[in-house]
């Protein structure tokens, strides 16, 4: 994704892979603004810190948790697009003829 040439990189934890993946997922057609792009980035730095608490056995609950609430977050502020049901949109464009 532009903007994120320096969170890319090869020794990469499996919670951070995982949040990538998510993160990748949610942007998957959508433009984002620089608010969502904060909120992305910042989910990978927490699960970033998640894979090191988790590598010296310390508790991970509440990076855990900061990282949910920032993917609420996202999806709270940028819904995904509501999908119109094929019958509706072909009665839309019947009617726009």
Do not use: H
Not at 4 to 27: C, H, R, W
Not at 56 to 67: C, H, I
């Amino acid at each position: 994704m532009p903007g994120f040439d320096d969170y890319y990189m090869p020794n990469e934890g499996l919670q951070e892979k995982a949040t990538k993946e998510l993160i990748d997922s949610f942007v998957d057609g959508r433009s984002l603004n620089p608010s969502a792009i904060y909120i992305c980035k910042t989910m990978i730095n927490i699960a970033r810190n998640f894979d090191a608490l988790n590598a010296k056995g310390r508790d991970t609950s509440r990076v855990m948790a900061q990282l949910l609430s920032w993917y609420q977050e996202l999806e709270a502020k940028f819904p995904a697009a509501p999908e119109i049901d094929p019958t509706l949109a072909g009665l839309l464009n019947e009617a726009k003829a």
